[in-house]
């Protein structure tokens, strides 16, 4: 079965936001919350996340924006087995916060698609590009959509769910986690 988790950046994603709706469309999501939705605190945000995850009953596909693709991409190091998939959507720059040495530049363990906007406030296409490399992430240009958020003009956003049903379809029946060379020996035909 599917679960997905929507992780917002500041402020929480309002009611017009495409996260608001798609999780309103999906009676599998549920909506990490936060303490404090006007403080962006990374080590906090990734907590949440991570006690989100934790209490999943199976691997969950991670749908994050802005500061939360930042928190997401920290909670995921330490359950690579318990997520499987990441869209992450105009995350922020990190460089932004002084937190930059905070986020983890390894390739994620599972599929994951980076959306960006080559006129996006919070974090330029060059920077997110970077990023998208550095995770091993699909990265996918949105063109001039500013933070691909509510006051962009993306509310339900069909686009962004093509893109997620594409991640899910690319992850289909593989297992969870990171292949080890005994699993693949394992393997039978």
Request: proline share 7%; with cysteine.
């Amino acid at each position: 079965m599917l679960f997905t988790l929507i992780v917002p950046g500041l402020h929480g994603s309002g009611p017009d936001h495409w996260q608001t709706w798609w999780q309103r469309q999906d009676p599998t999501a549920s909506r990490v919350e936060q303490g404090d939705w006007e403080t962006p605190d990374l080590h906090q945000w990734a907590s949440k996340v991570g006690q989100a995850i934790d209490q999943s009953r199976a691997p969950v596909w991670i749908v994050a924006h802005s500061f939360g693709c930042l928190a997401a991409r920290v909670a995921t190091e330490a359950r690579p087995e318990r997520v499987a998939g990441l869209l992450l959507v105009a995350p922020a720059d990190p460089d932004r916060f002084g937190i930059s040495d905070l986020v983890p530049r390894n390739r994620l363990s599972c599929p994951s698609i980076l959306v960006a906007s080559s006129n996006d406030p919070w974090m330029r296409l060059m920077r997110a590009a970077y990023w998208a490399k550095r995770w091993n992430s699909r990265l996918v240009s949105a063109g001039n959509a500013g933070h691909i958020n509510a006051e962009s003009g993306f509310g339900p956003w069909p686009q962004g769910q093509d893109l997620f049903r594409q991640l899910v379809h690319a992850q289909g029946g593989l297992p969870f986690g990171e292949l080890n060379d005994a699993s693949a020996t394992d393997a039978t035909c």
